[in-house]
């Protein structure tokens, strides 16, 4: 197999190392400790073609492949997961999803905006009761000829207060269960259309999550994404997408840890030489390596198999499941080298350490992953 990157993949992750090492590093761990949104970040972000990289040419995006994705994802993961997670809704939930089921009225009224940043988007898919359960939607999308009202409550939504559009998961005809739940474009500032206060959460603090309320909201027709019931599979496809990119996040995640504790492992000293030359320590770096360097193989893997139009289903689920354990692994590792440092803000370790447990738990938890797998490997 050829494991070597094109120039172009070289040159994408390049970028994205960069403007993560210059615009999101310095002020990290101040957004983190505000809860801030990375504003101007995510504007610059929008600004080097970070937001929709994977959306079609035609309609604004850089028409780039899964790898140059999930590499761009991990650098800026590296330092600040907070707005590798933004960009990670945007492209892999909400321009992704547009870019292949929408209308080319929605994807020339929507996507374009989004794909180029000036707009950001939402995926709108949990709820109180629901989490990632696609079929026990309570939020419900009821048809009154020209348009749907729509009432519910979404939860735990990144981008919920800063996105402009919204993609929302609701039951149109509960009789027919899964055939009966249906997509929506949905605008920020629509009549019945309620943000909740912003969550206060133990890692990714500075993104924007928060809980939606729809009350009676009209969402048009033409809003409505594909045919009547194609909401089902809309939400698992454009799920099994975003598990690569939070695979990739995580194993970003992992990265970043991994090369910090390493670096101290060379200048710190203890019983007279420098602690990478204790067995103890260097054992540590050994096994942390050898992880981010399987969960690295996983995740390409899976976004190879998404370029190569083959199943992912199954390949993204290992990578997410892999690479979240991976990220949470060396981040508490990470924590340990640095001893008693580790512990502080201005060494870094301890935010990713927190960072690094959310991988475990969004775009469906580590039990979801291994359901996704098993039913995958024993159904022949």
């Given at each position: 197999m050829d494991f070597k990157l094109t120039e172009e993949h070289i040159m994408i992750r390049d970028a994205a190392r960069d403007f993560a090492k210059n615009e999101l590093l310095p002020?990290?761990?101040?957004?983190?400790?505000?809860?801030?949104?990375?504003?101007?970040?995510?504007?610059?972000?929008?600004?080097?073609?970070?937001?929709?990289?994977?959306?079609?040419?035609?309609?604004?995006?850089?028409?780039?492949?899964?790898?140059?994705?999930?590499?761009a994802m991990e650098e800026i993961s590296k330092i600040d997961a907070s707005a590798s997670v933004v960009m990670s809704v945007?492209?892999?939930?909400?321009?992704?999803?547009?870019?292949?089921?929408?209308?080319?009225?929605?994807?020339?009224?929507?996507?374009?905006?989004?794909?180029?940043?000036?707009?950001?988007?939402?995926?709108?898919?949990?709820?109180?009761?629901?989490?990632?359960d696609a079929t026990s939607q309570k939020t419900?999308?009821?048809?009154?000829?020209?348009?749907?009202?729509?009432?519910?409550?979404?939860?735990?939504?990144?981008?919920?207060?800063?996105?402009?559009?919204?993609?929302?998961?609701?039951?149109?005809?509960?009789?027919?269960?899964?055939k009966g739940i249906n997509a929506f474009i949905v605008e920020k500032?629509?009549?019945?259309?309620?943000?909740?206060?912003?969550?206060?959460?133990?890692?990714?603090?500075?993104?924007?999550?928060?809980?939606?309320?729809?009350?009676?909201?009209?969402?048009?027709?033409e809003n409505r994404i594909g045919e009547d019931g194609f909401g089902f599979k809309f939400a698992m496809k454009?799920?099994?997408?975003?598990?690569?990119?939070?695979?990739?996040?995580?194993?970003?995640?992992?990265?970043?840890?991994?090369?910090?504790?390493?670096?101290?492992?060379k200048e710190r000293k203890a019983f007279g030489t420098e602690i990478c030359n204790h067995q103890a320590i260097a054992?540590?770096?050994?096994?942390?390596?050898?992880?981010?360097?399987?969960?690295?193989?996983?995740?390409?893997?899976?976004a190879w198999d998404k370029d190569q139009h083959q199943n992912y289903d199954l390949s993204g689920a290992m990578a997410k499941l892999h690479a979240s354990k991976t990220a949470m692994d060396v981040a508490i590792e990470a924590v340990q080298i640095h001893g008693g440092n580790g512990y502080v803000k201005e060494y870094h370790v301890e935010r990713l350490m927190r960072d690094a447990k959310i991988t475990q738990i969004y775009e469906g938890t580590s039990e979801i992953q291994k359901i996704v797998i098993s039913r995958s490997i024993l159904k022949d």
């Open positions: 002020g990290v761990i101040e957004r983190d400790e505000k809860q801030e949104f990375p504003a101007k970040q995510v504007k610059m972000m929008g600004e080097l073609g970070f937001l929709g990289m994977m959306a079609s040419p035609e309609y604004g995006g850089g028409g780039m492949d899964t790898v140059s994705y999930v590499l945007n492209n892999s939930l909400v321009c992704w999803g547009l870019d292949t089921y929408a209308s080319p009225e929605q994807k020339e009224k929507y996507l374009t905006k989004l794909a180029t940043g000036e707009k950001l988007g939402a995926f709108c898919l949990s709820e109180p009761e629901a989490g990632s419900t999308a009821i048809d009154k000829g020209d348009h749907y009202l729509l009432n519910g409550t979404k939860n735990w939504i990144t981008n919920g207060g800063t996105a402009d559009y919204y993609l929302v998961i609701a039951q149109t005809d509960r009789e027919k269960k899964h500032g629509w009549e019945g259309f309620e943000i909740g206060p912003k969550e206060q959460k133990l890692g990714i603090r500075g993104s924007d999550t928060h809980s939606l309320n729809f009350n009676d909201v009209k969402v048009p027709k454009t799920l099994s997408g975003g598990r690569i990119g939070i695979a990739a996040q995580a194993l970003g995640i992992a990265s970043g840890a991994y090369e910090l504790a390493k670096k101290y492992s054992f540590k770096l050994a096994d942390m390596h050898t992880q981010i360097e399987a969960a690295q193989h996983l995740v390409m893997k899976a």
